[in-house]
């Protein structure tokens, strides 16, 4: 079936022994300085003593590195991001401090949204753009709302081009209306589960690809793994997981890419881990208690 602190580098770099101050004397420091001539011509040579108040090269050489370190961290940290409140970046691959670590790569994510279904609309026209616009309606064609007559109505008009969804709304109610897809998948004729149990048919994309890009057309290809069943104990309808590929036909009609053809198949599939299923409970509380996502490229 087709359903984003600031490290603090303060450190305390060791103060110069030979300050006034400085820990080797409790605070005060006192020096014998011998005049030029009276130096002993076969000693070893002394070390020049730092003038007092002006620090060593070497303090300054760890200064310096120091204060570049820090303004190089703090540069990284910023990632270029802009100060709007609601933290967008215009780093298409969002990397402002205040990015979600779901974040998605490449174009920004759409802001719009259909008004009646919630589905995600104002795709960008470009590839990328395409890929999203195919994830998304992939996600909303494999819902459970597919499976009643008014919301199954919403989701076609709201994805489909005008022309396409007519066709495809009379082909989808000629299909539900013998019930038998509806019971086979554990429903009553309105689309509902029995009484306590869960419905579930969620599609979750894990790849697109483009298979054409011309501009005002486009066919992308959807790789997906689904959810689907009825979740309750003592179900006969057990959640089941499946794969699928869809492929999207799209025109992009007034400003927003619109499918006018929609095919799946089957796979391609995994080998299946050795995992043990959840209970009945576990995966009607999972269901109900994590939301699906919108897809954004």
């Known amino acids: 079936m087709s359903l984003g602190g600031d490290d603090g580098y303060g450190g305390d770099y060791g103060q110069d022994p030979t300050r006034p101050g400085g820990p080797s004397s409790g605070g005060r420091l ?42 190089a961290i703090a540069f990284a940290n910023r990632g270029g ?30 802001e719009g949204k259909d008004t009646v279904t919630g589905i995600a609309s104002g795709f960008a026209k470009t590839e990328q753009g395409a890929q999203s616009a195919a994830a998304n309606y992939a996600v909303a064609l494999g819902s459970a709302d597919m499976f009643k007559p008014a919301s199954r109505r919403q989701i076609v008009s709201a994805i489909y081009a005008p022309d396409a969804a007519t066709a495809r709304l009379k082909r989808l109610d000629k299909a ?25 048919s969620r599609t979750n994309p894990v790849g697109t690809k483009v298979e054409r890009f011309e501009g005002d057309t486009a066919r992308i290809a959807v790789w997906q793994s689904t959810l689907f069943g009825i979740a309750g104990e003592g179900s006969t309808k057990p959640v089941s997981e499946s794969w699928h590929t869809d492929t999207f ?3 992009w009609i007034k400003g927003d890419w619109k499918v006018t053809k929609y095919t799946q198949k089957d796979g391609p599939a995994p080998v299946g881990r050795d995992q043990a299923a959840a209970s009945a409970e576990d995966m009607a509380n999972a269901v109900e208690g994590f939301g699906g996502f919108t897809y954004a490229r």
């Open 30 to 71: 006192t020096r014998t300085r011998l005049p030029e001539g009276d130096d002993d011509p076969f000693a070893p040579p002394r070390r020049g003593t730092p003038r007092p108040g002006k620090p060593s090269r070497n303090l300054v050489t760890v200064v310096s590195v120091v204060v570049l370190l820090i303004a």
């Open 81 to 110: 991001g802009d100060d709007s409140s609601n933290g967008s970046s215009d780093d298409p691959g969002g990397t402002s401090a205040t990015s979600e670590s779901t974040a998605p790569t490449g174009e920004r994510p759409v």
């Open 176 to 200: 539900f209306s013998g019930n038998k897809i509806l019971s086979n998948a554990g429903l009553d004729s309105h689309g509902n589960p029995p009484d306590g149990m869960t419905f579930v």
């Open 249 to 251: 036909e799209l025109q």
